[in-house]
């Protein structure tokens, strides 16, 4: 048990990590939401919406406990000095290195149809981006601190976003009882 | 490579093994067993959708596209002018099981769902539970209707059993709020192009479907060289031939007596035939030209010959996948105690710059729809040239089965099943407000009035179109050439202002 706990990031480090991707993947999760609210408000009533943002927020949420746990696994997994030495701010820019490239495979067609090149060069130039990030952090101290002091900010306002996730729970679960 | 068979698998490709006998016209199962007698006749409703009755050989259409349906004719009624009650599946399907117009059971959006106050008012209710109640659609619409009713369903099979590759699931994970969870993901995970609002998930359900659709290519890619037909903008791909199968073997086995309506997609976009029928309807042929429409889509008339092409070998092949079920409902003599319906939920436009049903315009295409109905051991062909509607289904299967015809249904008793050969001036209304509010009074739509020989067609609160009028005499025209609007003003009067006093009655309960 206590090997398992070295291995864990520290709370607060882990809860600034939580606020990047709680924000990033909610907000993604609004966005394209808001932009079918003129379609859902014809065919539906307030009930009918209000299920739908749920739904969608939940599986927003859900979402950002998923990679916030492939995030913290990864750093249990690999040596203290690559990852977990440096928790809060690799672990950030990790998350946002994944959402700009996530973003902008969704806005570069479809991935399902990629041939194994095209596989092989997102994949490679997403490594590098984040071997990149990484060694940026791991050079200068004052990145490490910035991007840290960025993720302390938002998780008061990440801890608004993951209400509104868990209050999704609720009505899903509601919904279906 | 993992050799794990998964049940699921294994059970498709049992499903999947009488397809190598579409080819021979074989029987299934004992030959000429009639059903144990029950004392109600059995009602068997099978809908194809996006079948365009002017395309069909059966009706007079110059292309060979329907010989299966003229054989089941020979001893059915064939209603000739049968109309939709709208012009795409949410509002003509919620007509059909309803027995009400689009403006009443208000399912008229795209992915519409029937009104709180509707929901009783359906046929498997209406019909009750001395019926075993059955239900199968490919459409991810009409499941949003029967979802509604699967309060009276005995069996609402699911939509995935008949499919290649389904990718949605939110109906099995949350089957007590379908329709929401249903909507849901189509947002969550969409699989028409647009933006996920999942970010990540939503790539690894993108290489997950590329790799399952690549093992059903490789599996049966052969047999459909134009590729498979697919629902939901390729979300899901299925094979008719399953459907099929599994009705040949289930109708005849089902308790008595029965209930069932099915919801095929054939030949709905996009045209994908079994490989014998890609190469059908080399002939040539051109169609009337018609003028563009305040509507057009400015699709060339050649690109629209070469759709219509590619639907007639897509009807052709969903005719003669019709034709395998009704070999075996005949020669296992259901026929003999079963009212069988053959009918669609609307038609698809190749004219006037217009291709497909997403449109506002409300031609005989669109609306002209088949219906056939075999009485339970009718031997001879009935032609009925009096007008009917969707609606009319209803009501009509309800009284010919000893049950009464409800109060709330629209529609009246077709000929041959209580009602009238020559039963005139009844108006049909055929209903396009997809952009309302489903709540709120019409104040844009498309809205058809049929009455004898004349059609009037009222187009308001659109762009182009914010308030027009076209008159049809469908005796003298029936390709709707000449707008008769301005040269017959005492005809268009008449029905002008009974179409504005039933829009006027509809909306008042709908104000504010």
Known sequence: MAIFRQRLAPREAVASVFAICVLTIQAWAFFNLFREVPALRIRMGFWEMLGTVAYVQAFAFLESLLVLLAVVLLAALLPFRWFLARFAAQGSALVLVSVLWAVAIHYNGTIGSWTGVQMVAWGGGYLLAVAAAWALIARYPKVEAGIKEFGRGLVVLALLYAFVGVLSIVVVIARNL | MSMTVRRRDLLKGLALAPLLRWTWPQSVGDPAQPPPASGQPNVLILLFDTFSAPHASLYGYQRETTPNLARFAERATVYHRHTAAANFTSPATGSLLTGTYPWTHRSFNMRGTVSDEM??????????????????????LAMLLLNQFQGELDLLKPVEDLYLVDEVFSDRLFPRDANTAMMSEQLILPKDGRLPTSLFLSLADSVERAIRIRAATRQHGHLFPRGFPTADKEARIFLLEQAIDWLRETVPQLPQPFLMYVHLLPPHEPYRPRHEFVDRFEDGWKPLLKPQHIFSERVADESLNQRRQAYDRFLAYADAEFGRLYDTLEQQGVLENTYLAFTSDHGQMFERGIHGHITPALFQPLQHIPLLISRPG???????????????????????????????????????????????????????????????????????????????????GYNESPNAYELYNLEEDEEEMANLYPSAPAIAATLRDELAAKVAEVNAAHQG
């Open chain 2, 119 to 140: 929901v009783a008012n359906n046929l498997f209710r209406a019909f009750g539970d001395g019926y075993h109640r059955v239900a199968y659609t490919h459409s991810s």
């Open chain 2, 378 to 460: 009718q031997r001879q062909r009935e032609d009925v040239h009096a007008r009917t509607s969707t609606v009319d289904l209803l009501p009509s299967l309800l009284h010919a089965t000893g049950h009464p015809a409800p109060a709330w249904s629209e529609g009246r008793l077709l000929p041959g099943l209580g009602g009238t050969a020559d039963a005139t001036g009844q108006s049909l209304f055929t209903v396009e407000a997809k952009n309302n509010r489903k709540f709120g009074p019409l104040n844009k739509a498309t809205i058809s009035l049929i009455k004898d020989e004349y059609k009037l067609v009222h187009y308001f």
